[in-house]
C-alpha cells in the first residue's frame, strides 16, 4: 500500500514510501519506521481517542530522539541529525492533532491542518514552518524542543480537565 496523498510531504516520504512489510512493534514503535503511521491505517484503539495513554507513549518517543540528537549537534553531525529531527517533527504533528481528539489528516498542508488546532502553542506554525526550512540545524531542533515542552505542558493540562469533568 501507497502512503495517502494527503500525507506524501517530501519532508517525511522523500520516496513515495510504501506501508508494506513493516517489522511488528508495539504502540507507538511503528512511527519510528512509518510517520504518522496510526493516523494512516487507523488502528484501533484510536490514539486520538485515548490520549491518557497514547500522548505519553509519544512524548517517550520524543525524549529517544531528542538523546539522539543532542549526541548528532554535540559532534556538529546535521546529517546524521535529519532523520531524527524529521521523526521529531512527525511526532509533534500527530501529539497536536490527537491532543485536540483528532487524526492527523492532511500532512501536505500541515499549516491549515495546525492553524485549525484549538490547542497547540502560541506561534506553532510560525515556529514549525522555521524547522521545516532547515530541519537539520541547532535552532530547529532547539524550536522543535522547546514546541515539545509546550505541547506536554498542554497535554497536562488537557488531561487535568478531562479529569475534573469526568468526576
Not at 59 to 87: H, Q, S, T, Y
Not at 149 to 163: F, H, N, P, S, W
Request: hydrophobic share 45%.
Amino acid at each position: 500500500m501507497r502512503v495517502p496523498t494527503e500525507f506524501a510531504h517530501p519532508l517525511f516520504f522523500p520516496d513515495g514510501q510504501m506501508l508494506d512489510k513493516l517489522p511488528a512493534e508495539p504502540f507507538p514503535r511503528l512511527m519510528k519506521h512509518v510517520p504518522f503511521y496510526y493516523d494512516i491505517v487507523r488502528v484501533s484503539p484510536l490514539p486520538w481517542e485515548e490520549i491518557e495513554r497514547s500522548l505519553p507513549a509519544l512524548v517517550a518517543l520524543w525524549r529517544e530522539e531528542k538523546e539522539e540528537l543532542e549526541r548528532c549537534f554535540a559532534r556538529r553531525d546535521r546529517r546524521a541529525a535529519r532523520g531524527p529531527i524529521v521523526r521529531g517533527v512527525a511526532y509533534l504533528l500527530s501529539a497536536l492533532c490527537w491532543l485536540n481528539g483528532r487524526p492527523a489528516a492532511n500532512v501536505v498542508r500541515w499549516e491549515e491542518m495546525v492553524a485549525a488546532l484549538p490547542h497547540k502553542p502560541a506561534n506553532a506554525v510560525e515556529r514549525l514552518q522555521f524547522i521545516f526550512r532547515r530541519p537539520d540545524v541547532y535552532p530547529a531542533f532547539v524550536q522543535l524542543r522547546e514546541l515539545f515542552i509546550e505541547t506536554e505542558k498542554l497535554v497536562c493540562k488537557q488531561m487535568a480537565m478531562k479529569k475534573r469533568t469526568t468526576r
